[in-house]
């Protein structure tokens, strides 16, 4: 079977979407697929400028007037075309041709189009871009929905429906592992602040509305000096409005802020952690919940859907807006050893369903019926 992915346009710098793109790509041909990576050529975009002021729209015209040729072209030689983030739905054709399938991360966006509250507004211009996205979803074969939450998202959004919607968990897109504690210092050296036996706790991820790190700032302030750790934010650095706050808060000289860290800083990270503090208020999956558990790391995050079935209820669960539950679940994890043991047994346990093997072993079936009712 001959399979095309298409990924994401370079100059977006969606670097999640890039590393699902090359687990599905790598895990694809590991297994002895004949597969081949097609994106959206930057055209206009040579130089690969990010999509800001007049740029995002020369990116529009890049992948909504220009790529759907080339993409179609490259799916003439394919079995099987899986589209791997349902954002690129667009590229699912209106006619005949190789049956399509894409994942769906999450429909927030489409929501947020639709006037419901998921922290992802839209302009005018951009609600046009999610009906269309809904509409090319409509045309796939199969939708592969990342968690149940998706999925149930995607068949209130998808009345009528007639493809297959399934759920195919995203898979760790790293071999994280429990380090042995000299490895983790020696890879963490190059974080001075952090050389120390000092405790600290980890939030992976953006200054996004809906990642909601200003509860983490409150937590922090609630804690205050009865737990004397700092509070590492890995991937984004802060923004001057969340600096702002801490120092209004009075916990800006706790903050260490490591700008996208690499895979190995960020499994010593995970692993030399008291806890993975993430209060996201919504998401389609919640990566940084896995790979903490996979390093040993214990999980308190919010209680919203989909955490408890990603986390498998194998973490501290919070109302995010609720900076006092935090500080409850760090005071939690310090006073009692038992508890904390317990979620690092049950999250490495958890963590372990996650594998690349599974993944592709269910994309592969998923592949075989789409093929055999086209």
Same mark, same amino acid.
């Given at each position: 079977?001959?399979? /095309?992915?298409?990924?994401?346009?370079?100059?977006?710098?969606?670097?999640?979407?890039?590393?699902?793109?090359?687990?599905? @790509?790598?895990?694809?041909?590991?297994?002895?697929?004949?597969?081949?990576?097609?994106?959206?050529?930057?055209?206009?975009?040579?130089?690969? +400028?990010?999509?800001?002021?007049?740029?995002?729209?020369?990116? @529009?015209?890049?992948?909504?007037?220009?790529?759907?040729?080339?993409?179609?072209?490259?799916?003439?030689?394919?079995?099987?075309?899986?589209?791997?983030?349902?954002?690129? *739905?667009?590229?699912?054709? #209106?006619? &005949?041709?190789?049956?399509?399938?894409?994942?769906?991360?999450?429909?927030?966006?489409?929501?947020?189009?639709?006037?419901?509250?998921?922290?992802?507004?839209? &302009?005018?211009?951009?609600?046009?871009? #999610? $009906? /269309?996205?809904?509409?090319?979803?409509?045309?796939?074969?199969?939708?592969?929905? =990342?968690? #149940?939450?998706?999925?149930?998202?995607?068949?209130?959004?998808?009345?009528?429906? +007639?493809?297959?919607?399934?759920? &195919?968990?995203?898979?760790?897109?790293?071999?994280?592992?429990?380090?042995?504690?000299?490895?983790?210092?020696?890879?963490?050296?190059? /974080?001075?602040?952090?050389?120390?036996?000092?405790?600290?706790?980890?939030?992976?991820?953006?200054?996004?509305?809906?990642?909601?790190?200003?509860?983490?700032?409150?937590?922090?302030?609630?804690?205050?000096?009865?737990?004397?750790?700092?509070? =590492?934010?890995?991937?984004?650095?802060?923004?001057?409005?969340?600096?702002?706050?801490?120092?209004?808060?009075?916990?800006?000289?706790?903050?260490?802020?490591?700008?996208?860290?690499?895979?190995? =800083?960020?499994?010593?990270?995970?692993?030399?952690?008291?806890?993975?503090?993430?209060?996201?208020?919504?998401?389609?999956?919640?990566?940084?919940?896995?790979?903490? #558990?996979?390093?040993?790391?214990?999980?308190?995050?919010?209680?919203?859907?989909?955490?408890?079935?990603?986390?498998?209820?194998?973490?501290?669960?919070?109302?995010?807006?609720?900076?006092?539950?935090?500080?409850?679940? =760090?005071?939690?994890?310090?006073?009692?050893?038992?508890? $904390?043991?317990?979620?690092?047994?049950?999250?490495?346990?958890? *963590?372990?369903?996650?594998?690349?093997?599974?993944?592709?072993?269910?994309?592969?079936?998923?592949?075989?019926?789409?093929?055999? +009712?086209?």
């Amino acid at each position: 079977m001959r399979v /095309l992915l298409v990924g994401n346009y370079e100059p977006d710098g969606q670097e999640s979407m890039a590393r699902y793109a090359s687990l599905l @790509y790598c895990g694809l041909r590991d297994a002895g697929v004949e597969v081949t990576l097609a994106l959206p050529g930057a055209t206009l975009n040579r130089n690969g +400028r990010p999509p800001t002021d007049w740029w995002k729209w020369v990116g @529009y015209v890049d992948k909504l007037v220009l790529a759907p040729r080339s993409i179609s072209r490259a799916a003439r030689h394919a079995d099987i075309v899986h589209v791997c983030d349902h954002s690129n *739905a667009v590229y699912v054709p #209106q006619g &005949t041709g190789a049956p399509h399938v894409v994942t769906c991360h999450d429909l927030l966006a489409v929501r947020g189009a639709l006037g419901e509250a998921t922290d992802c507004p839209a &302009t005018t211009t951009g609600g046009i871009l #999610q $009906r /269309l996205i809904l509409a090319g979803l409509s045309r796939a074969h199969a939708v592969a929905c =990342v968690s #149940q939450a998706t999925l149930r998202d995607a068949a209130r959004l998808l009345p009528g429906y +007639r493809g297959e919607l399934v759920v &195919t968990p995203n898979a760790l897109n790293h071999p994280y592992g429990v380090l042995a504690p000299e490895v983790r210092r020696e890879r963490l050296r190059a /974080l001075p602040v952090l050389a120390g036996d000092e405790p600290f706790l980890l939030h992976v991820g953006s200054n996004l509305r809906r990642k909601n790190r200003e509860i983490i700032l409150e937590s922090l302030a609630l804690i205050g000096p009865a737990w004397r750790g700092k509070m =590492v934010f890995a991937g984004q650095p802060l923004s001057p409005e969340l600096r702002d706050r801490a120092r209004q808060l009075g916990v800006a000289d706790r903050l260490v802020e490591v700008e996208k860290p690499g895979n190995d =800083v960020l499994e010593a990270l995970y692993g030399s952690a008291h806890a993975l503090l993430f209060p996201s208020r919504f998401e389609g999956f919640g990566w940084p919940i896995i790979e903490a #558990q996979a390093c040993g790391c214990p999980v308190i995050c919010s209680d919203r859907e989909p955490f408890p079935e990603v986390s498998g209820n194998a973490a501290i669960l919070c109302d995010p807006d609720d900076a006092g539950a935090f500080a409850r679940g =760090v005071f939690e994890l310090a006073s009692l050893p038992g508890r $904390r043991e317990n979620l690092v047994s049950h999250g490495l346990a958890n *963590a372990a369903r996650y594998g690349r093997r599974e993944m592709i072993s269910r994309f592969s079936a998923l592949y075989e019926r789409v093929a055999e +009712r086209a």
